[in-house]
């Protein structure tokens, strides 16, 4: 008994919380206190604008979009690169990826890591090379 009057109590004051929530929400003000009919100002006099400083400004700003572009695009193909080689050592059953860290810079691609024999070795070294974009592999890797 007590507790079925208890729901009902407790369900009334979530009825009652919600009502009173959405009912301030829509005849509320939204916590816009700022005026909407709000005076422009018109007074006073703008300087002439330099469009040469200005095309000026704008192309060394677009100089250095491009050289930001440039860069964020070099970075995305040398972790596209680190990510395919990755996954096909992860996928290859002779090599355990997870001992194999690859580093990629340009096309290059550094292994380092320990395996555990020459050919597991081997097989990270070839896997790393027939991957296109590939210019050269570094293989730092050690035999334990």
Known sequence: MFRALFRLVLIVVVIAAAA???MGYRFGDH???LPSDRPVA?????PAIDTTRAREAGAAIGEKVASGANQAEHALENGALTT??????A???S?????INVDTADGIVTLTGTVHSQAERTRAVQLARETNG???VDDRLTVR
């Open 42 to 46: 018109t007074s006073g006099s703008s």
């Open 31 to 33: 916590g816009n206190d």
């Open 20 to 22: 009173a929530f959405f």
């Open 95 to 99: 090599v355990k990826a997870l001992d």
């Open 91 to 93: 996928l290859d059953d």
């Open 84 to 89: 395919k080689i990755k996954s096909k050592m």
């Open 134 to 136: 590939v210019k050269s």
